[in-house]
Each structure stands twice: as structure tokens, then as C-alpha cells.
């Protein structure tokens, strides 16, 4: 068993992460850390866990923890680092943004990889700290990849995308109360988001020349969940094209290329990404789909974590979608 502690356990992916943490056989949640909540039980944030936990949050981590996961805001993790020291021998997977690009991937003596499993299961397997993947950024990453890698991304790609309102966190903010987000859409940050930076880079490390991509993010009216289409000029064959994605994720236990178009409700409280390929008229269409607080986050989290422990990839991940 490994001792795990959640850092800024109060949020959304604090949450799921708690929740994962718990019922993974080769884990033992040692601490959640808040400073606001000191000595009240978890359950009393997160009702559902009544039952299923006694702990109560800490205002001090412990330092020789196995592996800490910083569930902060963005900016916070580098400061929260420099407040608390932890053993050289504790893994930290960040799920902020501050790790992310190469450029700012030290902090001190930690070098953090990042944690895209599906390309990166060798580095981070050997790594002793993760930048885990921005949610946007892990639909995009997967329906682009395959096609990046065998240099088949030749002109422009045009992305939109749609997050659920949990994609903004558990903080309220005008575009986040109930009146205005039901039976609303907006979009935000039009070819300007964040998460575009590490797209690119992650893109880019195959080593191939990147074409402009050109994303529209969307705020939608449901909870959880990321639905982003993609498409591009592409000269090969639907055949190709699905063999190509097929190839590409078949050691994957978690993102699969569909048959038939694909829905929120197939991977809504799982792990997993599903993807579908259509051609018409030299345009290829890639659709993604994913929750945003799980692959796009907190399990993906696990994920990493299982790949740097040995275990399984998918141990304490094997989860059932909504379905209805």
C-alpha cells in the first residue's frame, strides 16, 4: 500500500480524486489537506461519502507521504511547494497549469513530465513528479495525435469544444450560477485559451511541423463532461484514417476509436476517451469525447500515478459510465 495525500481537497477534482483514492486497492488515503476546513470530516463537504471515511481534513501534510496530489488553483502549486518541503522521495502530481511547458517544467530539484499517458507512458513511468494535462488539452491532444505523429497534419486544424460547467471549478462566478447556465451556451477565449500553449508543444514533440490551429472553446449548459470537433484537410481514405487511430491507441486501456458517432453519456464518470473519424469531401472529422474531471483530470491523475508505481494502469479506475 502507498500512503497518498490530496492537497486543496475541497474542489471539484479534490473530490474525484478522494473518491478514486479511497476504493484503489493499493492506496491508502493518509491525508487531505485545507486550510479553512481543519478537523471537519470530509463528509461534510461530500455527503456521498458518508460512510465510506472517517478522515478529516489537516492543516499540516505529511511530508513522506508516497505521492501528494496538488489539486489548487493555477499559481498556487509553486507557492504551496515553498511553503511545505516534502521528501525527496514523494511523488507530486500537480493538476495545475504551472508545470506544463517545458520552460517551467523545474521547480527546484523536481523536474515534473508531463502526464499525457497515451503518449507519454515510458517518461512517465520513470518520473518522480507530473504536470497532469489541462482538460481541453487531453480531448485535443488524443484527437490529434495520431495524425501528428505520422506527419499527416498538413493544413490548418479548426477546434470547437464544449465543457460542462464543472470545467470552471466549484468557485461561483457569474457564468457559472444555475439561472445562467441552463439552457445557455457561450463561447470564451476565442483562439486565446490557455490550454493551447501545451496542445502545441505536445504536438510538436513528435517532432513534426505543426499547422495553425484555430480553437473556439464553449461553456455548455450540462455538468461534466468535453465534446470537441475537430477538422482538417486529409488526403488518405476513411479506411486509413480509422486504421491509423485504431494502430495509434491499441495498447491504450482507455481511449478507443468508435464505429458510430460518439456522446457525452458514453464516458461521463469514467476514465476513458472515445473518439470517432469521418471523411466528407477531403475535410476529416475527429470527434472527441471524455469527463473533463476525470480523464481530463483527477483520473487521469490516478492513471499517472498507477504508471509510476508499476501497478496497473487502469487499478481503482475501472469505472461504469452513467449510461442514461
Known amino acids: 500500500m502507498i500512503r497518498a495525500g490530496v492537497i486543496g481537497g475541497s474542489g471539484y477534482t479534490g473530490g474525484e480524486l478522494i473518491r478514486l483514492l479511497l476504493h484503489h486497492p493499493d492506496v491508502q488515503l493518509d491525508f487531505v489537506f485545507s486550510r479553512t476546513r481543519k478537523g471537519e470530516s470530509l463528509h461534510k463537504t461530500f455527503p456521498d461519502l ?21 489539486c489548487l488553483g493555477h499559481g498556487n502549486s509553486g507557492r504551496f511547494l515553498e511553503t511545505w518541503t516534502f521528501g525527496a522521495d514523494t511523488c507530486i502530481v500537480d493538476l495545475s497549469n504551472e508545470f506544463r511547458a517545458t520552460e517551467n517544467c523545474w521547480f527546484g530539484q523536481r523536474e515534473f513530465v508531463y502526464g499525457l499517458p497515451e503518449s507519454f507512458a515510458d517518461a512517465i513511468s520513470r518520473a518522480r513528479n507530473i504536470a497532469n494535462p489541462g482538460c481541453f488539452a487531453t480531448a485535443i491532444e488524443l484527437a490529434l495525435l495520431p495524425l501528428a505523429t505520422a506527419g499527416l497534419l498538413k493544413k490548418a486544424v479548426h477546434i470547437n469544444a464544449v465543457t460542462g460547467s464543472t470545467g470552471a471549478g466549484a468557485g461561483l462566478s457569474e457564468t457559472s450560477h444555475f439561472s445562467w447556465r441552463n439552457n445557455n451556451m457561450s463561447v470564451y477565449k476565442p483562439f486565446t485559451h490557455q ?48 486504421d491509423l487511430y485504431t494502430a495509434y491507441y491499441e495498447d491504450s486501456p482507455f481511449t478507443f476509436v468508435t464505429e458510430g458517432p460518439v456522446n457525452l453519456k458514453q464516458v461521463v464518470n469514467t476514465n476513458s476517451a472515445h473518439l470517432h473519424v469521418h471523411l466528407h469531401e477531403g475535410k476529416l472529422l475527429i470527434t472527441s469525447v471524455l469527463d473533463n474531471l476525470l480523464k481530463g483530470a483527477s483520473g487521469q491523475a490516478v492513471e499517472n500515478m498507477n504508471l509510476m508505481f508499476g501497478f496497473p494502469r487502469d487499478r481503482g479506475l475501472n469505472l461504469k459510465a452513467i449510461g442514461f
Not at 481534513?57 to 496530489?69: G, L, Q, S, T
Not at 493551447?196 to 464553449?218: D, N, V
Open 50 to 70: 458518508i460512510g465510506q471515511t472517517n478522515l478529516t481534513y489537516v492543516d499540516r501534510p505529511n511530508a513522506d507521504a508516497d505521492v501528494v496530489f496538488l
Open 195 to 242: 490550454h493551447l500553449a501545451e496542445i502545441r508543444e505536445t504536438l510538436e514533440s513528435t517532432g513534426k511541423t505543426i499547422p495553425e490551429l484555430h480553437f473556439l472553446p464553449h461553456r455548455g449548459n450540462f455538468p461534466r463532461g468535453i465534446f470537441a470537433t475537430l477538422y482538417t484537410a486529409y488526403a488518405g481514405s476513411i479506411e486509413q484514417a480509422v
